[in-house]
């Protein structure tokens, strides 16, 4: 296994982007931060990606920032240059992806690293995955995003006690409450997040980049806003070479391909 702790892998039109310091159950530190934007940014720009995968090695998708690194103590000004540098950059980087990203949450996800999973579009874990915001155990606030994606998950009172609690919770609750999408047997799991991720590439990308927008939109959007938005992304939609092969698949009664522009 290389040191490299972000690793970026592609097949085809799938890319795996892997957080890879397992010794240290894939925390983070400034430096993987930084190669984690980089990573993003070249999954950007890469017009063959359409899905990509984010997970972790070993036991751990990601156990939030290595405190013993201690960024988290050096001081106000250091702390906040961490999030809004480092953190928010990433966090930003991977909503504004025009494609869908999973998040394959294969251990457990704390702190930050909740947070990561959470500002993906799909998440799914193993279910012996478990999701935690402990900041309340160090006397730290919830922060890379949680504090937004959590109460829109879960609604306000649930979101207040995990919080205030500080507890972990298992994947089978996760997908109860609506905070991930599905928690899987761990046999099952690499082969599901497979095949989400090839039923994904085979979709309409563009699509789907345009229904991410709007569906982020309505988080904070009016009723009139959103309604304008849609018949905008929609007129965008149409012109697609995808919209007109399904279409055209659609009337001709047979399954459409599409190639993702």
Not at 203 to 223: C, D, Q
Request: hydrophobic share 50%.
């Amino acid at each position: 296994m290389t040191d490299n702790p972000i690793l970026l892998d592609t097949n085809g039109p799938i890319a795996r982007l892997t957080l890879n310091r397992p010794n240290r159950l894939n925390s983070f530190t400034r430096p993987m931060l930084t190669g984690l934007f980089v990573a993003l940014g070249e999954v950007a720009a890469a017009k063959h990606i359409r899905v990509l995968i984010v997970t972790g090695t070993g036991r751990a998708f990601c156990s939030g920032q290595d405190l013993a690194d201690g960024e988290a103590l050096a001081g106000p000004e250091t702390a906040a240059a961490l999030l809004r540098d480092h953190y928010n950059p990433v966090i930003r980087a991977l909503r504004a992806l025009e494609m869908p990203v999973i998040a394959a949450v294969n251990g457990i996800a704390a702190g930050a690293g909740c947070s990561l999973a959470l500002a993906c579009d799909i998440a799914i874990a193993a279910r012996s995955a478990s999701f935690m915001l402990a900041f309340s155990k160090i006397g730290l606030v919830p922060d890379a995003g949680s504090t937004f994606f959590l109460p829109r998950n879960v609604g306000t009172a649930r979101a207040m006690g995990l919080v205030m609690l500080g507890e972990p919770v298992t994947a089978e609750t996760a997908a109860s409450w609506g905070l991930i999408l599905e928690a899987v047997p761990d046999e099952k799991f690499s082969e599901r997040i497979e095949a989400t991720a090839r039923t994904l590439a085979d979709k309409p990308t563009r699509a789907l980049a345009l229904a991410k927008r709007a569906i982020l939109s309505g988080e904070t959007a009016s009723l009139d806003a959103q309604l304008d938005l849609e018949a905008d992304l929609q007129a965008e939609a149409v012109q697609t070479d995808d919209a007109k092969e399904g279409i055209t698949a659609f009337l001709e009664k047979r399954a459409a391909v599409f190639r993702g522009h």
